[in-house]
Structure formats: C-alpha cells, structure tokens
C-alpha cells in the first residue's frame, strides 16, 4: 500500500471508522496532481477563506450556466417540464437568479460518454458538465478547465467543506491538477465500496440455520435452499451479474457489482481488476494471481451444483429477480438491501433480507476499498466568474436542500450538474445516530446541525420511531419491524441493516488498488484487455471454458500490452513511495 494509502488506513482505525476510495480516481500523483501522501490543506487559500461570502447567495442579476446533461430515459418528468424547466431548475432560477440551458444532452453510459469525449477532443466544452476521472485528466492536461482553487474556498458552504474534509481530506487531491483544483467532486460514502452477503434470513429460520460467514457456510446453505426450494421450482439459491454487468468491478469503476462476487474472491484474499502488490512489493493484476484462479474454480463449481442462478451473465435483470422473491443470496454494498430492491418486500411479504460480511477460512474479513470520489464536475477555463461562483452555489444547494429537493416528483439525476456528495462515514455514523435515537439515548434535534456533513441525519432521526415499530434492543431488527410503505423505508432499511456490517466491525484487510486510473499503454490497449478479462471469468463460472484456460489468458495478457502497463503501473507506484 503507498505511503498515501497507509496514512489514510491510520486515520481509519484512530477513528474506528471505515473509509473507502470509489473508482473512477486516478493516482494521487496523476502527471502532476497534488501531492503523495502529506496532509491535504482544507481547500486551498486560507487568505481567499478569509474573505466573507455567502455560500447561498442570490444572484442581482440572472447568471445562465451552459450545460451538458446526461439523460436518463426511465426517469420522466412530469407533465409540462422538460429538462430546462423542472422543479430543480425553477428552484435555482426563483431562489438565486441561475439559469440553466442544456447546449445538448445524451442518454446516460456509452452515448454520454461519447460526447463528453468528443467535446475535449474539439475543445468545445460547454460552460460545465459531469464526468469521469480519464476525462477530467484529459481536459486537465489541454489547459481546457476553469481554476477554482480561489473560488472554491470562498463560497464553499460549511456542509460541503466539512463533506471533503472527511477521510483527512483526500477527496481535494483527487480535484487537483498540478496542484489547482480543477474540478468539483462528488464524494460517496465508504461502504458503497464494500461487498456484503445478502441473505433471506427468513429461510435461515424455516430450515433452522445460522446466518453464513464463510465460503463454506454460504456454500451448505445454498445446498438447502436448493434441495428445500423455500420459492418452488422457481428457488434460485444464489443470483449472479446480468448481461449488464460483470463478475467483479475494477479499478476504473464505482461501487461494487450488483449480485458480482467482490466478496468470494476476497474471502481468497484476491482483488480481482486491481493493482495489488506482490510479497516483493512488485505492481501485479490482481485478476491474474493464483488466489483469483481460485475463487473461480470455486464460483465454477458453485455454478455446475445449480447454486448460481444458471441464467447468470444472460439475464435482463439481477435487480429483478431479487424483487422476484425468488433468490435466496446476493452480494452487493449497503444500499442494495434497501434503495435497490424496495420491490422484494412488497411482493414477498415477510421476506427477511439481512447484511453479513462474508469471511476468510481463518475467520478474517478481507475487502477491497475505493477511492474516495466518484466523478468530477468541470468547467471550461473561459467561464466568467460569476458562473464559477454559480458553480459552488449550486453544489453547495444540493447538498443542504437534497432532503426537500429529493421529495419532489422527479428524479435527483434531474438537478444540473448534481455532485452526490456523502462523508466518508456517514453510513457508519448513521447506524450508531440512529441506534441511540431508536434507544432513547439520543433525540432528532441532537442532529440538527445545518453545517453537518451527516446531511441526512436530522431528517432519518426524525423518521426513525415512525419508520421502525416494536423495537428491542436485545433483537436484531427485521422486516417485521419497518413499515415498508413508507417513503423513508428504503434508506432507512439500506442504512440499518445494510450498513450495520460496516459499522459494528473494522475489516481485518482494507485493501486499495495502488492506482486508479489509467496509463498511457493503456489509452490504447485497455479496452481489448478488459473485454477479454470479462470474457475469461464469465467462461470459466458458467463452465463455457475450464479453469485451465486461465494460464493461457494471462500470456496473452501479458503479451497483448499487460507487461507494458505494469511496468507503467510500477513506475506510478515507485513514484509514490
């Protein structure tokens, strides 16, 4: 781990708490970004936070924002708005004279990231837009982005600043190019990097087993659940990634898969998509080790005993079939328990799903870690100040008013530019809030802090004694417990028994990809390289392909421009140290 990385991992454990490192980051070190490892200043200039500024202040006259916009297809507005005129841009325009005309838009994934693309390569950037870490370091290295390291600090609001604070303020390093902030950052909280076994514990009872912790417990309950068939012939023991997804995340990507298999390989000790060190402190893919080849022969064999849904890799849906009532394990992060499968109560109900770290033989609990930001906001270096100040006003906005914004009849993916912004503990710190209000040891109003990075927190403390009924203190929460119609439900379920893992226990191994973003081989190599990476695992689970085909992939990927990104991988790490 790097010396950045380890100072992070001790600012962990003094505080007790989990932090993570959400893909989509580059190295700290990324062609001249800020620093390797010493203490980030709280935003930059001291002398420009000196200065008095109002973080919410309304504008004297209009100040219009030009942007590129990612559509979301699913998400409708209501009847009447568009996504120029909706209830977040009327809030924006009505309460700080910012408007907001969309130059273009394009449907979220590959059709969005085409035109962000095409913007940098003719430089004809609109006044902001959202995107991922490559692109940023790309616009970054053209001298094409705005520089807010004055703005940023002036008009930053106690909430967000108090957000990139968090975790030791590492998310700064991450908006910085040759130490200027050249971007906004979203920052998302730790464990929606962290993998974890969902399970109905409802079947648990009926067949009067524990809960698994290990490869070989989940292994025996699958046995169960499929000779028993608690869902009829319909019982999938364990759901797999659809066609949409993968096996596993890597180092480029956010959050962990739905239904991937994060969890099975770490309980290996393997981190699969990446950059790991060897016993010699050596740069390897950790998708190439012999602790990865494992885990697949044991996923493969999984899928040959009928465990895995047999449907894996093909499947419309894995999101679906877990609202279908008819899995009986999954792994994915905190809020998939939750935000993401509100429909498997409300078709099943009584379906008991409960959150469990899945450990090693030895009885450790190994998981890989992100980095702490999840995409970037730029702007182009020809903005007038009055629309960088707009800028910070409106990330500023969404974070104090997402609860009353988030409560309207159109979708949050809707606000211009939304950074999704969280501190790195808040799931953690929630949970315990939460607990002691659900004791009696706390109340609502303890909670009301306007400047609190936990924005969330006052509103679920007034929520919770409503939400959640017949409490005890001496019974893991249920089902039973949650009203499920509810609007507070989902985060309620999500942060109470999807982030309880996280918050009661510190893993033994946090474990950090030593880069996050990619090198020069692989501008030009990476994408065959990950398709034939995504190929190989899924063949090999699904029994396409046999184990021994692995040896050959990593030739040929080591021959097809793998030995080439290591050693610029290597050179990134050796930078570091």
Known sequence: MSTFYKKLGAFVVASAMLTSVFAGCGSSNDSGAAGTGSAVPSSGSTAAADEKTDPFMKFDKPVTIHVGQQAYPTQKFPEGDTNEDNVF???????????????????????????????????????????????????AKSDMLYDFTEIFPKYVSPQVKAIMDSGDGIAYEYAKYNGKQLSMVGVDVAPSGQSMLNIRQDWLDKYNLKAPTTIDEIEAVAKVFKEKKPAGNSTIPIAGPDKKSSVYTNFLQAGVMFAGFEPVFAAYDAYPGYWIKDGSGKAVYGTNTENSKKALERLADW????????????????????????????????????????????????????AYPVKADDGKWYTRMQCPVASYTIFNKNISEDIAKAAVIMNNIW???????????????????????????ECE?????????????????????????????????????????DYSKDKQLSISNFDVNSPDFARLYSILIGARPTALATPDKLIYSEVYSQTPAMEAKWANLETAEKEMSLKIITGKDSTSTFDEYVKKWNNEGGTEILAEVQKEMDSKK
């Open 89 to 139: 841009t009327r809030y924006l325009k009505d309460n700080f004279n910012i408007e907001i005309v969309v130059d273009w838009s394009a449907a979220t994934g590959n059709d969005y990231n085409q035109k962000v693309n095409l913007c940098i390569a003719s430089n004809t950037l609109p006044d902001g837009m959202q995107v991922d870490r490559k692109a940023f370091l790309s616009a």
């Open 429 to 469: 710190t929630s949970y315990k809030s939460l607990i002691k209000v659900l004791d009696g040891e706390a109340k609502a109003e303890d909670f009301n802090d306007p400047s609190s990075p936990y924005k969330l927190l006052y509103n679920d403390a007034k929520n919770v004694t409503t939400v959640v009924k």
């Open 303 to 354: 899928y040959k005993q009928g465990l895995i849904d047999p449907e894996m890799g093909v499947r419309d849906s894995s999101t679906e079939l877990v609202n279908s009532g008819n899995v009986g394990m999954y792994f994915c992060a905190w809020w998939s328990i939750g935000y993401g499968t509100t429909d498997a109560y409300k078709k099943t109900p009584g379906a008991n799903w409960q």
């Open 399 to 425: 974070v104090r008013d997402e609860n009353k914004l988030g409560s309207q009849n159109t979708s949050i993916y809707w606000y211009p530019l939304r950074n999704s912004m969280g501190a790195l503990d």
